[in-house]
């Protein structure tokens, strides 16, 4: 631990900035279950209104979360004490409330590190040929995924399972460790030096194959009845409001507003940077790629399942059980299935490193550990916590998820628009504007995304998970 002041840690650059918040925002939703969504609702029927949602998130919720880390050069717990101090002069239960956002990441990152195991280990079958090996034979490639990723009814029996076995005697403990080792070592060489450095070489790859893999997939006979799914539109569909529903919940969590990642990654940002510009370009570039991962995905699945592709699910099933099914059936399958679970990979850790750095920031900032320190903790707790859960995986998310993101974005949104001053929250967007933010902003944000916070809470419990 170290008591000493130094200077805080942060981003060099607008894109190093830009391209740590897209790693941040491209995640599993993008590539699971943004395309399983846009297939089942029919194209362009989904796509208009998740549109809209990422206009209307971007314009508030998104800017809302990187000025209020910037303004307080801190995490959830500083910032929003900084919102309590300014209204009452007490700062204590506004540090109470982050406290929240902080546990909700920490939670996220656990279970998503068992998912990165996954990833990493299928990663390595995809280069060694050892996927490609599993042919289309669907029972076996369903009993790979079944082994590397066992289920237990409720956590207890999860516990019970993997002390029974050792903790590594089932599941995939082993590559879980590995990839939250190399994410914790991109977290340990710092803001500038880890995290920004390995977005700038993470991001640009994943946009460029998977933009190869859409090219490629375009060529295959039957590609075609892919982009009709992709390019339909049902003015009758837009009436149904279960529409709506999920193109909003899709458009919130994909953009990572959660009062966390994004709070933090603000903090380190410039008082000279543009947020509304960033704000877009995170928007922008986040639904490029889940438009991306759409073009190689739904086409391909085409192209191998026919009208098959009606029967497939979101969800991790997706992509480590039909799509290794559909890359082993297609000419040159096994480089496309190595080149999908690179892009994978990269989106996988960029993730992880946003929702760990949380946290992470929590012990500097609050008890003072030095960064190598911090991050060897957080890795700690993550490690044994994510290996005792692996059976338990999907409902652990599906609590974080449905309850605690939501929340933790309805009360950063609070925090921002109901208890800091109207002028402080404009002057925390406008600094370092090229113009003033419009007078749509304020209202915007306080009168329809912070209520929409709060919808995605209720639907998300009502729905089992918009998102």
């Not at 008591?3 to 894109?15: A, C």
């Not at 009606?310 to 799509?323: A, D, I, N, T």
């Not at 949380?358 to 890795?379: H, W, Y």
């Not at 993101?405 to 002028?423: N, R, S, T």
Request: charge should be positive; glycine fraction near 14%; include cysteine.
């Amino acid at each position: 631990m170290s008591n000493e002041t130094t200077t805080r840690d942060g981003f060099r650059s607008k894109w190093g900035f830009i391209l740590a918040c897209i790693g941040s925002a491209v995640g599993m939703g993008n590539i699971w279950r943004f395309p399983i969504m846009v297939q089942k609702y029919g194209g362009l029927t989904f796509l208009l209104p998740y549109f809209i949602f990422v206009v209307l998130i971007a314009s508030s919720g998104v800017m809302e979360e990187f000025a209020l880390g910037r303004r307080a050069s801190a995490g959830p717990v500083g910032a929003f004490g900084m919102c309590t101090e300014e209204r009452t002069g007490k700062k204590k239960s506004g540090e109470i409330i982050g406290a929240l956002p902080i546990i909700g990441a920490l939670m996220l990152a656990i279970g998503y590190t068992v998912v990165l195991g996954w990833i990493f280990k299928y990663t390595f079958m995809s280069i060694s040929g050892g996927l490609f090996g599993l042919g289309t034979d669907m029972n076996a490639i369903g009993g790979a995924f079944g082994a590397t990723a066992p289920e237990a009814e409720h956590l207890g029996e999860a516990i019970g399972m993997m002390a029974s076995n050792g903790f590594f005697g089932i599941g995939n403990g082993v590559w879980q460790l590995i990839g939250l080792v190399a994410s914790l070592v991109i977290m340990a060489l710092g803001v500038a030096g880890g995290i920004e450095k390995a977005n700038k070489i993470m991001m640009p790859i994943l946009f460029f194959l998977f933009l190869g893999l859409g090219i490629y997939i375009a060529t295959l006979p039957g590609s075609s009845e892919g982009y009709k799914y992709i390019f339909t539109l049902s003015p009758k569909g837009l009436l149904n409001p279960e529409v709506w529903v999920f193109a909003f919940g899709q458009a919130f969590f994909s953009l990572s507003v959660a009062g966390n990642g994004s709070v933090i990654y603000g903090s380190y940002l410039g008082k000279k940077e543009d947020i509304p510009n960033s704000a877009r370009n995170v928007a922008i570039f986040d639904t490029l790629a889940a438009l991306l991962a759409a073009f190689v995905i739904i086409p391909a699945m085409a192209s191998v399942l026919g009208a098959g592709i009606s029967e497939v699910k979101g969800g991790p099933g997706l992509m480590f059980v039909y799509l290794v099914n559909v890359f082993n059936a297609m000419p040159g399958g096994r480089i496309i299935g190595m080149i999908f679970f690179i892009c994978v990979l990269f989106a996988g850790v960029s993730s992880i490193v946003n929702l760990y750095e949380a946290p992470v920031a929590f012990l500097q900032e609050k008890l003072k550990f030095n960064r190598v320190a911090a991050v060897g903790g957080i890795g700690i707790i993550g490690a044994i916590v994510s290996l005792c859960i692996q059976p338990w995986t999907s409902q652990w998310m599906d609590v974080v998820s449905i309850y605690i993101c939501p929340l933790g974005a309805m009360l950063a949104g609070i925090m921002f628009f109901w208890v800091l001053k109207k002028e402080s929250a404009l002057g925390a967007v406008n600094e370092g504007a090229k113009k003033p933010i419009g007078s749509w902003f304020y209202p915007l944000g306080k009168f329809i995304y912070v209520p929409l916070a709060l919808i995605a809470l209720i639907a998300g419990a009502i729905y089992g998970g918009i998102g």
